[in-house]
């Protein structure tokens, strides 16, 4: 685990060496500080090339070592080594060159890169921004917009882009270090003045200061309460009015501020808890990780509606062979459409990365359930409603072959009775994506009690084929994300009875640093959907009379304002209005309705509540410790297995603020007996609301003394795990 070196004639070659992705650790930064030292000096060598081990170059500084100090050489003071070499220095970049892995290569004096590589500088990501050069030598090299756009996005950049860029100045389809000493040696001689990027001036452009601006707006707009954008605007404009080494202060003076955000320990939480969801363990000691996935080859997918259209997109473009089913010949039409015209804009996308349509999967368009008989893979996608779902897994069980594994996109029926019509119990599994389906990147994987530990692989193992973040839940109505809604939504609903408007609320939760308030979501999603489910059940029931005092369902609080939305037809954004209005002709920005003020009041006088306004921390800490409790509630019943398992669906499913971590994390850092106190003090000033009365768990956690959030699974221990 360090960098090590060999001579190829007069070109010394350094190996980062430290799998998976030569992480730039303390000890790495130290032995290749002495590799580069020995090179220089060594008078048999005219020129280095710098490459990594394992098929990548590096990913960077590496995380894991940002909570401990390390006493060895800051990266900057290496690439600034390396950038003042009298030799030739040539980077030879295969795989990854991220964070300051491309920083590194930056300080190098050309750059060659492989075909398949990708370079970028996503540190934003994580909550920092690049701090060993990077916001200063990249728009050098490539020019202040260019630089701004890869920095504030941490877009990882394909070889060819990178080429067109100007960051690197060979891409190569053969072997990379022989590419790049061949390239060395053609340099040896040249005078380096050019290449060093920390002396190069800045192209200037004359709308800078617009530039910058619309920056700082759209990354405020977009990043919603995030600060990592916004400081990497502010190091990149430092590139432009500063020296570079004051540039180089700048950024040290800005990551200091980032961390005491709080921001970066957050998103660094969210990046290590998507790796650590793949790895888990049943009660029982059985690990799906363990347990080789079954591959597949084919997939079908039955229902081409909202979802089922995207799940098909996601398949195809993952370069799965797609069997698409529909029930009829109009809704085939449909959804065909649908397809084709999704399939354009991936055709479009693949072609400005010079790649062609084979790239693709092909897709099969039948009424004829029985194309599906040789299928390895299939997802049904049909409406929600469980008597149909049996029917089709019923019939799945005459016509697909012994060994295909079924799966259902339901959001939230039991995955146990789904699976008791089929021959094949324990190859049924749940796969819950996201709307739109092929852009959303959270999969649900629902474990039914029968499900096998292969089938578990395997469907998580299609969630990283098609580039999804997949976390495995068990069953029970609704799973973990659309559970943990319920209760939040429920607060929402309760605050606009008390006095709020639905935009004050979303306006609350927005700044709070949701990507959609939780009406807008609800317009968005449309408020039938629920409203059926509840009339099944039999909760909307008739409506309460005005002289009624409680507005309950079962002894419990229930607010009926959603059905009474769509009892008048407002669905929310397919019907033009719903919480909101929506007007012609995009029908998609929400507009607060001078006839929601209205009824609301008629409600409020009906129902004899006394209008109390509220402020937005109040409405923050309703909704999200109402989601919060419920999140314990779920890992109380060992519905998820542990608190990372939940900050992981709601980052990528929900819009929760990743640079907050995710609820549980939110909840720690908050502390849990603020927490705590607060669902107390409510609950017992409504008892009628049982979602916030605070759970075993929390108060379990707040007793013995609120260990670190990685230790919460211990307080797990013996609880009903159904995992
Ligand atoms: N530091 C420490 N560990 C890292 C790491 C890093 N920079 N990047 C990846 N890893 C670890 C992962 O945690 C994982 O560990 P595990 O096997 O124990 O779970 C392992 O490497 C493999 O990672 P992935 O599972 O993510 O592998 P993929 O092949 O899917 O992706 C990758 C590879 C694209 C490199 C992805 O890991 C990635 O995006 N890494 C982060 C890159 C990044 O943010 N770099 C910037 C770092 S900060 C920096 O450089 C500061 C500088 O400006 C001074
Ligand atoms: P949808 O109503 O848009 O589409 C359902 C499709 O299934 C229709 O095209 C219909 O023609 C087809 N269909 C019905 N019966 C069929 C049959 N017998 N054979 C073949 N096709 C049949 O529904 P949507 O929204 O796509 O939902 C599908 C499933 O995904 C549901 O279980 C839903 O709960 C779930 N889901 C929905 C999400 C959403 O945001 N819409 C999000 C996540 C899951």
Redesign the pocket.
């Known amino acids: 685990m360090a960098a090590t070196r060999r001579l190829s004639h007069t070109v010394a070659v350094i190996i980062l060496n430290h799998p998976p992705v030569n992480a730039l650790s303390s000890s790495v930064r130290q032995s290749l500080l002495k590799e580069f030292g020995e090179a220089s000096k060594d008078p048999l060598v005219e020129a280095i090339v710098l490459t990594g081990a394992n098929g990548k170059f590096s990913a960077g500084a590496d995380i894991r070592e940002f909570s401990t100090s390390a006493a060895t050489a800051s990266l900057e003071f290496i690439n600034a080594t390396i950038e003042g070499s009298t030799k030739p220095v040539v980077a030879a970049i295969e795989g990854v060159a991220l964070g300051g892995g491309l920083e590194l290569a930056l300080s190098c004096h050309y750059r060659v890169a492989n075909t398949q590589a990708f370079v970028g500088l996503p540190e934003v990501l994580i909550g920092i921004l690049p701090a060993a050069g990077g916001t200063q030598r990249l728009p050098r090299l490539i020019g202040v917009p260019a630089a701004l756009d890869m920095i504030v996005r941490g877009r990882h950049v394909p070889a060819g882009e990178a080429f067109q860029l100007g960051i690197v100045d060979e891409v190569v389809n053969s072997d990379i270090v022989d590419a790049a000493i061949q390239f060395a040696r053609k340099v040896v001689g040249q005078s380096l003045d050019a290449r060093r990027l920390s002396t190069k001036p800045i192209q200037p452009i004359t709308n800078l200061g617009t530039l910058l601006d619309t920056a700082v707006e759209k990354a405020t707009r977009q990043f919603r309460g995030a600060q990592a954008p916004l400081a990497c605007i502010e190091a990149v404009k430092a590139s432009v009015y500063l020296p570079f080494h004051k540039g180089i202060e700048k950024e040290q003076e800005l990551i200091k501020s980032l961390w005491a955000t709080g921001q970066p320990q957050a998103l660094q939480y969210a990046f290590f808890s998507e790796r650590n969801v793949g790895k888990w363990t049943t009660p029982s000691g059985g690990r799906w990780d363990r347990v080789p996935p079954r591959s597949f080859q084919t997939a079908g997918v039955?229902?081409?509606?909202?979802?089922?259209r995207g799940i098909v997109i996601s398949l195809l473009k993952a370069n799965i062979p797609v069997i698409a089913?529909?029930?009829?010949a109009k809704?085939l039409d449909?959804?065909r459409n649908a397809v084709d015209s999704l399939l354009k804009r991936e055709f479009e996308k693949l072609k400005q990365q010079g790649k062609t349509a084979s790239e693709l999967g092909s897709v099969q368009f039948t009424l004829d359930f029985g194309e599906l008989k040789h299928v390895d893979l299939i997802i049904e996608?049909?409406?929600?409603n469980m008597k149909?779902?049996k029917?089709?897994f019923k019939k799945l069980s005459f016509i697909a072959k012994p060994d295909a594994f079924l799966c259902?996109?339901?959001?939230?029926?039991n995955i146990d009775e789904i699976a008791s019509v089929t021959d094949r119990p324990q190859q049924v599994i749940g796969t819950?994506?996201?709307?739109p389906a092929n852009i959303m990147r959270l999969l649900e994987v629902v474990r039914g009690c029968h499900t096998s530990l292969t089938t578990i692989a395997t469907a998580m193992n299609l969630g990283k084929t098609l580039g999804k973040v997949a976390v495995l839940v068990g069953n029970c109505p609704l799973f973990v994300g659309n559970r943990m809604l319920g209760p939040y939504l429920e607060q929402a609903s309760y605050l606009v009875e008390e006095g709020c408007n639905p935009e004050d609320v979303d306006q609350a939760l927005e700044t709070f640093g949701f990507a959609m308030g939780p009406f807008r979501m609800m317009d968005l999603?449309g408020l039938d959907?629920g409203w059926r489910s509840r009339m099944e059940k039999g909760l909307t029931g008739p409506r309460v009379p005005p002289e009624a005092p409680a507005r309950q369902r079962n002894g419990n609080r229930y607010s009926p304002l959603a059905d009474m939305l769509c009892e008048l037809g407002r669905f929310g954004q397919k019907s033009g209005k719903g919480w909101y209005r929506y007007e012609k002709p995009s029908g998609r920005n929400a507009k607060p309705d001078p006839w929601m003020r209205e009824f609301l009041e008629k409600y409020r006088r009906d129902h004899q509540i006394v209008h109390h306004p509220v402020n937005p921390q109040e409405i923050q800490e309703r909704c999200v410790y109402a989601l919060i409790n419920e999140g314990f509630r779920v890992l109380e019943e060992g519905i998820a297995s542990g608190p990372e398992d939940i900050d992981v669906i709601y980052n990528n499913g929900y819009g929760f603020p990743k640079y907050r971590g995710g609820p549980m994390y939110y909840a720690y850092t908050t502390g849990l007996s603020k927490v705590l106190g607060a669902l107390e003090s409510y609950y017992k000033a409504n008892s009628d609301v049982p979602s916030m009365k605070p759970t075993f768990l929390l108060k379990k956690i707040v007793a013995v003394g609120e260990p670190s959030i990685k230790e919460w699974k211990t307080q797990l221990g013996n609880l009903n795990n159904k995992l």
């Not at 039955?302 to 089922?308: F, P, Q, V």
């Not at 259902?408 to 029926?413: P, V």
């Open positions: 039955i229902g081409l509606g909202t979802m089922g089913i529909e029930q009829d809704q449909l959804g996608a049909v409406y929600e149909l779902k029917e089709i259902t996109n339901t959001s939230g029926l819950h994506f996201f709307s999603a959907v």
